[in-house]
């Protein structure tokens, strides 16, 4: 029997004329929190409706803990999953939401009382078993939902969205509860998403799924840090994107004249990815394996944690850079000329 608690394996669905995915593979062990992230209409919602049994695959089979799950039906799958609505009962208080499942499996009273309560311990929602639901915030409505999914003890757990209606700065704090509820509870966790901050910072691998392809899957590290592809480099994190008009042996030359070096280069690239914290401003003159130049400061961007700026080479492209957070660098203004270096080992060259 697989060490895997979910095998996806050579996934197909097609609807009509329009492949929505196109041969997948995703092997997920038991506790894992793994992300499937990807922008609208990139096939990651009908993947997870594969999984739940809501969709018919065209190719291919899921199995579940090493059972193929061909012909098997949703309520009849080891799973359960929170909608983006989260589909409480609002005519049901608390208790009664988390506890709907249970009673439908006809248990004993007193066997579903204290899995509801221990459940509601577990999410930090003790004490609150008589409320209705109108008078929960956003986050505690959060809470009951997965408590209702997962009193049911399912072997995975879906998650289409389910941060998505929350205001930033609670989506921020739901992100970290999330996490940590996992950790805690152990289930293993299908998280469908096309905010790449909550896949990062999350989950333990990320999927990227682009038009019904995997593109990548990795971790959030190595995600970020080693994209595969063009479309992974421009999606996950903030970039600096320059179109490549031709190589010259070592050098890379953009479409607005940027000439860079990059050595090692054994393909045509097409697109050149930088990360904005890439860049190294006002660098030591002795360092090795950079490309330096100046550049105007056109733009300062503040945000209070974070500060970038536009800069722009005379007659190149425009660059955006994260700026340290320090006195030295936060005094810089616009109209400014700055030397910038980046190393050769932080550009990032794709053929596409």
């Known amino acids: ?21 196109k041969d997948v593979n995703i ?11 990807g922008p609208s209409g990139c096939g990651k919602t009908t993947l997870l409706r594969i999984i739940a049994g809501f969709l018919q695959e065209s190719e291919g089979d899921v199995l579940i803990e090493g059972k193929s799950m061909k012909g098997i039906p949703p309520e009849k799958r080891p799973v359960n999953i929170v909608f983006q609505s989260l589909a409480l009962f609002p005519m049901m208080n608390v208790y009664e939401n988390v506890a709907f499942g249970l009673k439908r499996q006809k248990l004993p009273k007193a066997e579903i009382k204290k899995s509801v309560l221990d459940m509601l311990s577990r999410v930090g929602l003790q004490g609150y078993e008589s409320k209705q639901i109108n ?8 809470r009951v939902a ?36 996992q950790k805690e509870i152990g289930t293993t966790f299908i998280y469908i998403t096309h905010d790449q901050s909550e896949a990062l910072v999350m989950s333990d691998r990320v999927a990227v ?19 595969k592809t063009g479309f992974v480099a421009g999606f996950v994190g903030e970039n600096n994107r320059f179109e490549v008009a031709s190589r010259d042996g070592q050098k890379v030359v953009t479409k607005h004249g940027w000439q860079i070096t990059k050595p090692d280069l054994d393909f045509e690239p097409t697109l050149m990815y930088i990360r904005p914290e890439a860049f190294i401003v006002d660098p030591d003159e002795s360092m090795k394996g950079v490309e330096v130049f100046e550049a105007d400061i056109t733009t300062i961007l503040f945000d209070g944690a974070n500060t970038k700026m536009l800069v722009k080479p005379e007659g190149k492209d425009e660059i955006l850079i994260a700026l340290p957070q320090n006195a030295k660098f936060q ?10 270096a980046v190393a050769h080992e932080n550009i990032k060259c794709y053929k596409e």
């Open 135 to 142: 008078e929960l915030s956003g986050g505690q409505k959060q």
């Open 1 to 21: 029997m697989s060490s895997n608690i979910l095998e996806i394996k050579n996934l197909s669905k097609y609807f009509d004329n329009f492949t929505a995915l």
């Open 331 to 340: 005094a810089l203004k616009q109209g400014d000329r700055v030397k910038v």
């Open 209 to 227: 799924i682009n038009k019904g392809l995997i593109e990548q899957l990795d971790t959030p590290h190595n995600l970020y840090n080693n994209p």
């Open 146 to 181: 997965i408590a209702r999914s997962l009193v049911m003890k399912p072997s995975i757990l879906l998650l289409d969205e389910p941060l998505s209606a929350l205001d930033r700065k609670l989506r921020e704090h739901m992100k970290v509860e999330l996490k940590e509820l």
């Open 27 to 37: 092997s997920v062990k038991e506790g894992e929190f793994i992300s499937i992230l």
